[in-house]
């Protein structure tokens, strides 16, 4: 395996040793690739996905921009989404990737639609 992808895993795996979702206080998962970025919403006690959003959208999507505003609009998507569900606090999980950049933005957005980390 890539060193770089096995240095993210083992700090994805440290990361999740200690963070956990619930019905009332999901994680906020990050996934991120070399063009898209894509987030969940993620119940752990249940093993559901409550609510997810990306920059594959057709909203996000046709809306032009660098991939770092199109990461704060995903941010912003499930923010308006999970406050639709009631939610209203998460717990940011940034998947082993340095909190900078594209993750960074997701986060700013979602605090900026309302979610509380």
Do not use: C, W
Not at 20 to 32: E, H, T
Request: aromatic letters at 6%.
């Amino acid at each position: 395996m890539n060193s770089k992808v096995s240095a993210r895993q083992k700090i994805r795996y440290r990361i999740r040793k200690r963070i956990s979702g619930s019905a009332q206080k999901p994680r906020l998962s990050v996934f991120r690739s070399n063009k898209e970025i894509y987030v969940q919403l993620i119940d752990d006690a249940n093993g559901a996905t409550i609510a997810s959003a990306s920059s594959r959208e057709k909203d996000i999507a046709s809306q032009k921009g660098t991939k770092v505003e199109t990461s704060k609009k995903v941010g912003e998507a499930i923010a308006k989404k999970s406050i639709d569900l009631g939610i209203k606090q998460v717990v940011f999980d940034r998947s082993g990737y340095l909190y900078h950049g594209r993750i960074k933005a997701v986060a700013e957005g979602a605090r900026e639609g309302g979610l509380d980390f």
